[in-house]
């Protein structure tokens, strides 16, 4: 073996180009071992298809790719419903297996004067990425997030970095990455604030999709991670909203209204604030006549999506931010209020007062003031994965809002080589 391209204070020096990472492999007897237990209490992550281990750094796709060094990488939403077995069949055939887990990722690489560069990474792998052309219809108009050529290109499918075998993720010590998807950060940003761009980003793009000028009462459901960075584009770049937002815990209310909630209740009294918008009848308990005239649902549960859609004016639009799974829901007040629902997916281009702007311009735009690492609740070494996905896994009943992997931190190797 030889060398790795680059150098980085997380890789040592001298060492062979194996890498540590978290891989997720497809293992359907654990997969399914892991969705019975799902179904009764939160698993051990030890049931999942997840395990650590050593493997060569992959090797660079074209010349348009470096090699990347994860310093903070966070654990999100749909990287524990994977975990879990709790996710859409439906994206199956959007990865390929074995991949290393991690898409909100705060790194380095080799810049081309030989220093270090910081960036965030853009895991987003539309055409650019993959060399793809012509460029699908969607890549081309400014909307790689709706990108459709996701299985050809140089590199194996993969909705995104973290989903793809080739490029291994930020659960890692090392990655690959395209020079379209690097972010570089300022360094008046902390790397406790630049790892939430990502999903700040993913905020961003939600709160755009309703247009710059907001005449109406918002409503946003859920004040875990998402939700609460909702809340703060929504603030951003809508100065003068009524957010009313709802929360589970205690520290989820004093954050919403941090980031700018006008309003902050428990998750069944947003029908009786829906109802006093207009005064309008209420049809039992959880059934206004009248409500917001938008609706984020930032946790993708059946029974929030059903609520957003009860809590909706008639005619208004519910934008769907957390990822759903596959459940039933009762579609009836779509019909009879002549609700539009959409979804809002990741980041691309946004107009903001004529400007085209891609998203992530724009989260750093807004980032300076929010004040980003106050979700940051708590960071793990990779070779304490399980406790990491466990703190997760239960962060609002502990208190925790945003909880990510620490490759500053020293790794043991001895409890690497154990958990083989």
Same mark, same amino acid.
């Given at each position: 073996?030889?060398?790795?391209?680059?150098?980085?204070?997380?890789?040592?020096?001298?060492?062979?180009?194996?890498?540590?990472?978290?891989?997720?492999?497809?293992?359907?007897?654990?997969?399914?071992?892991?969705?019975?237990?799902?179904?009764?209490?939160?698993?051990?992550?030890?049931?999942?298809?997840?395990?650590?281990?050593?493997?060569?750094?992959?090797?660079?796709?074209?010349?348009?790719?470096?090699?990347?060094?994860?310093?903070?990488?966070?654990?999100?939403?749909?990287?524990?419903?994977?975990?879990?077995?709790?996710?859409?069949?439906?994206?199956?055939?959007?990865?390929?297996?074995?991949?290393?887990?991690?898409?909100?990722?705060?790194?380095?690489?080799?810049?081309?004067?030989?220093?270090?560069?910081?960036?965030?990474?853009?895991?987003?792998?539309?055409?650019?990425?993959?060399?793809?052309?012509?460029?699908?219809?969607?890549?081309?108009? *400014?909307?790689?997030?709706?990108? $459709?050529?996701?299985? =050809? +290109?140089?590199?194996?499918? !993969? &909705?995104? %970095?973290?989903?793809?075998?080739?490029?291994?993720?930020?659960?890692?010590?090392?990655?690959?990455?395209?020079?379209?998807?690097?972010?570089?950060?300022?360094?008046?940003?902390?790397?406790?604030?630049?790892?939430?761009?990502?999903?700040?980003?993913?905020?961003?793009?939600?709160?755009?999709?309703? *247009?710059?000028?907001?005449?109406? $009462?918002?409503?946003? =459901? +859920?004040?875990?991670?998402? !939700? &609460?960075? %909702?809340?703060?584009?929504?603030?951003?770049?809508?100065?003068?909203?009524?957010?009313?937002?709802?929360?589970?815990?205690?520290?989820?209310?004093?954050?919403?209204?941090?980031?700018?909630?006008?309003?902050?209740?428990?998750?069944?009294?947003?029908?009786?604030?829906?109802?006093?918008?207009?005064?309008?009848?209420?049809?039992?308990?959880?059934?206004?006549?009248? +409500?917001?005239?938008?609706?984020?649902?930032?946790?993708?549960?059946?029974?929030?999506?059903?609520?957003?859609?009860?809590?909706?004016?008639?005619?208004?639009?519910?934008?769907?931010?957390?990822?759903?799974?596959?459940?039933?829901i009762d579609l009836t007040p779509l019909w009879m209020k002549e609700i539009s629902i959409k979804g809002?997916?990741?980041?691309?281009?946004?107009?903001?007062?004529?400007?085209?702007?891609?998203?992530?311009?724009?989260?750093?735009?807004?980032?300076?003031?929010?004040?980003?690492?106050?979700?940051?609740?708590?960071?793990?070494?990779?070779?304490?994965?399980?406790?990491?996905?466990?703190?997760?896994?239960?962060?609002?009943?502990?208190?925790?809002?945003?909880?990510?992997?620490?490759?500053?931190?020293?790794?043991?190797?001895?409890?690497?080589?154990?958990?083989?």
């Amino acid at each position: 073996m030889g060398q790795s391209q680059g150098a980085s204070p997380y890789i040592p020096a001298n060492r062979e180009i194996d890498v540590k990472a978290l891989v997720y492999e497809r293992n359907i007897a654990r997969f399914a071992a892991t969705k019975i237990v799902g179904l009764v209490a939160n698993p051990r992550a030890a049931l999942s298809p997840l395990r650590i281990l050593e493997k060569d750094a992959p090797e660079l796709p074209g010349e348009d790719w470096v090699r990347f060094y994860p310093k903070l990488s966070g654990i999100c939403g749909s990287d524990l419903a994977t975990i879990t077995s709790n996710s859409s069949r439906y994206l199956e055939d959007f990865v390929s297996f074995p991949f290393v887990m991690g898409h909100e990722v705060l790194g380095e690489y080799l810049a081309a004067d030989g220093s270090m560069q910081r960036a965030v990474l853009i895991p987003s792998l539309n055409c650019e990425v993959r060399g793809t052309e012509p460029k699908c219809r969607f890549c081309e108009s *400014g909307h790689p997030q709706r990108c $459709q050529l996701l299985n =050809i +290109g140089t590199i194996s499918t !993969g &909705l995104q %970095t973290g989903y793809c075998q080739d490029t291994s993720g930020g659960w890692s010590q090392e990655l690959v990455a395209h020079r379209a998807q690097l972010f570089d950060i300022p360094k008046t940003f902390s790397d406790e604030d630049a790892v939430l761009l990502e999903p700040f980003s993913c905020a961003v793009h939600a709160a755009m999709s309703i *247009g710059n000028n907001l005449n109406t $009462q918002v409503a946003v =459901i +859920g004040s875990g991670t998402l !939700g &609460l960075l %909702t809340i703060a584009a929504l603030r951003a770049i809508h100065p003068n909203a009524e957010i009313i937002a709802t929360a589970k815990y205690p520290h989820q209310k004093e954050l919403a209204l941090q980031f700018g909630a006008t309003t902050v209740s428990a998750a069944n009294e947003l029908y009786r604030q829906a109802r006093a918008i207009r005064s309008a009848q209420m049809i039992a308990s959880d059934k206004p006549t009248d +409500g917001f005239g938008i609706v984020f649902d930032a946790v993708g549960s059946s029974s929030t999506i059903e609520q957003a859609l009860k809590v909706a004016a008639p005619g208004a639009d519910v934008i769907l931010v957390g990822m759903p799974k596959e459940q039933k829901i009762d579609l009836t007040p779509l019909w009879m209020k002549e609700i539009s629902i959409k979804g809002s997916y990741a980041y691309g281009t946004e107009t903001l007062e004529g400007e085209k702007v891609s998203t992530f311009e724009l989260a750093a735009r807004f980032a300076p003031g929010i004040g980003l690492s106050k979700l940051l609740s708590a960071t793990y070494r990779l070779d304490d994965f399980e406790k990491a996905i466990d703190h997760a896994l239960n962060a609002g009943r502990r208190g925790s809002v945003k909880i990510a992997f620490d490759m500053r931190k020293g790794q043991n190797r001895e409890s690497w080589s154990q958990k083989q």
